[in-house]
């Protein structure tokens, strides 16, 4: 509780007016740097502070109506049961009346929501799921399909653009933490290392549409269930740079929020999601430039504040991101329903790393050929010729998952010995460990898992099972030397 002794007037005045209309145990009072939120009954009103800073201009009364309205505005693109109106406060600073003009201040009328639901809050209680996880992709996902993309001749996401606020934070971190120089240092060289060698990669991404208006700040602590739904909400209103950016450098937010909330595993599987549900492949080579930015900025945000153990925690997070990372390569093998995929979830979830992507096959062959998971192709897409098509793609992917120094899960039948030798032969080619993920089943319990199998990509059938087990090449001596433990059962 924020006491009102300490705020400025008008606040102070609003404060009462809501604990004389609505009861002292129903009304709260948030801050942020730029913000004061006041919480009454079932609703919140978001107040923006009067303030210039270098990178938001509050300062007049009528830059706060207009970034009041920015905020309905694009807020309501992906949470309008939360944004409801903006409003005038009338009155006088004494007795201020919200809702009435001439206006000496303005608010974003919000819905209230249990913070509970907080997606940080439901994190920290252990009850953040994979399923929750993929509900996330998808909702981001069909958000930034939704977004407008930015203009090629805009200079949002040039790569120039791009590294100079990764600059700007080396600058300030120098005079914030003098005595982290050092480290400090060795990342900014790094950083522009980096750069440099993916300055064509983020070219191209704008190129192809990646740079669009997204949230901006999109972290663990501005997504709440909404009916068990993530939500997003509280996007950036007040710099457009800091919204017009690489879809890549949103997801990085939620991916090293996830890690710094000690979720390894499900970092690794918001990554793998995204990698199914938008086939973007491409940001396994920006996504550690970007996560080592945003862990940076969140140094930098708790420096200011003052927070030397958490500036510190960020930091050598944001190290870890740029340290040089080395993967290594494991494939399934097995007939199909002998659990492959539920194996590889599993040890998706257990490496703790969160440094690994699985790539499914089932997933994708029906990509190859303009198809979505849960689409059917009645057959049509297993030929042999379309299976080869699959495994070269396959091999593709990894290839470049690997170069970019993530761990890789090939999730796949590999029954033909040939086919799981070229993997092999990729993973020593670029000295990675390589390893098999096998399982096994009786021939009963195999047929009644794909009676019952429901919503999966797979289409395999007891028919293809019966030919499977006619042709299937079994594992080498040499091979069962390569097996990997497998996992337990994923929490849903």
């Known amino acids: 509780m924020i006491k009102s002794d300490n705020l400025p007037p008008l606040i102070a005045s609003l404060l009462h007016w809501a604990r004389r209309e609505y009861g002292a145990e129903t009304v709260d009072l948030l801050e942020t740097h730029i913000s004061w939120v006041l919480l009454a009954d079932g609703y919140a009103y978001k107040i923006k502070k009067p ?243 945003r862990a940076l900025v969140r140094t930098k945000v708790a420096a200011i504040r003052g927070d030397s153990d958490e500036a510190h925690e960020y930091l050598t997070l944001a190290s870890r991101f740029c340290c040089q990372r080395q993967g290594a390569l494991t494939i399934t093998f097995g007939l199909s329903g002998s659990g492959k995929t539920t194996s590889a979830f599993a040890r998706l979830l257990a490496d703790e790393s969160a440094n690994t992507v699985l790539v499914r096959s089932d997933v994708e062959r029906k990509r190859l050929f303009g198809l979505a998971p849960e689409d059917a192709s009645n057959g049509a897409i297993y030929t042999p010729e379309a299976t080869d098509r699959t495994y070269s793609r396959l091999e593709e992917l990894a290839k470049g998952a690997l170069i970019a120094g993530w761990s890789v899960i090939v999730d796949a039948a590999f029954l033909q010995r040939s086919q799981r030798d070229r993997f092999r032969v990729l993973a020593s080619g670029i000295n990675l460990p390589f390893a098999i993920l096998a399982c096994e089943a009786s021939p009963d319990e195999l047929r009644r898992r794909l009676r019952v199998r429901r919503n999966d990509a797979s289409e395999a059938t007891v028919e293809v099972l019966e030919g499977q087990m006619k042709w299937a090449e079994g594992l080498t001596d040499e091979e069962t030397q390569l097996k990997a433990d497998t996992m337990g059962e994923i929490e849903e």
């Open 51 to 293: 303030v210039l800073l270098p990178f938001v201009d509050y300062s007049t009364l009528e830059a706060r109506r207009i970034f009041c309205e920015k905020e309905l505005a694009l807020n309501s693109r992906y949470a309008p049961e939360l944004y409801l109106e903006t409003l005038p406060i009338g009155g006088s600073i004494e007795t201020p009346l919200i809702g009435v003009r001439p206006a000496i201040e303005w608010a974003v009328e919000m819905g209230r929501f249990d913070e509970k639901w907080r997606l940080d809050h439901v994190c920290d209680r252990g009850e953040l799921t994979p399923s929750l996880i993929s509900d996330l992709v998808r909702t981001v996902a069909d958000f930034h399909g939704r977004a407008t993309q930015a203009p090629q001749k805009s200079r949002f996401g040039d790569p120039a653009e791009i590294l100079r606020p990764a600059l700007e934070n080396f600058e300030e971190l120098y005079r914030l933490l003098p005595s982290d120089k050092p480290l400090l240092t060795k990342m900014e060289e790094s950083t522009r290392r980096e750069w440099e060698r993916l300055r064509s990669n983020f070219a191209g991404r704008k190129a192809q549409g990646y740079v669009r208006e997204c949230h901006g700040d999109m972290h663990l602590g501005n997504i709440v269930l909404l009916d068990g739904r993530p939500t997003p909400f509280d996007c950036i209103e007040f710099n457009e740079a800091f919204r017009w950016i690489d879809q890549a450098n949103e997801l990085a937010f939620i991916y090293e929020d996830l890690i710094e909330h000690h979720k390894p595993g499900l970092a690794n599987w918001l990554i793998s999601e995204w990698l199914v549900e938008t086939g973007d492949f491409d940001i396994l080579n920006v996504l550690p430039f970007y996560s080592t930015y």
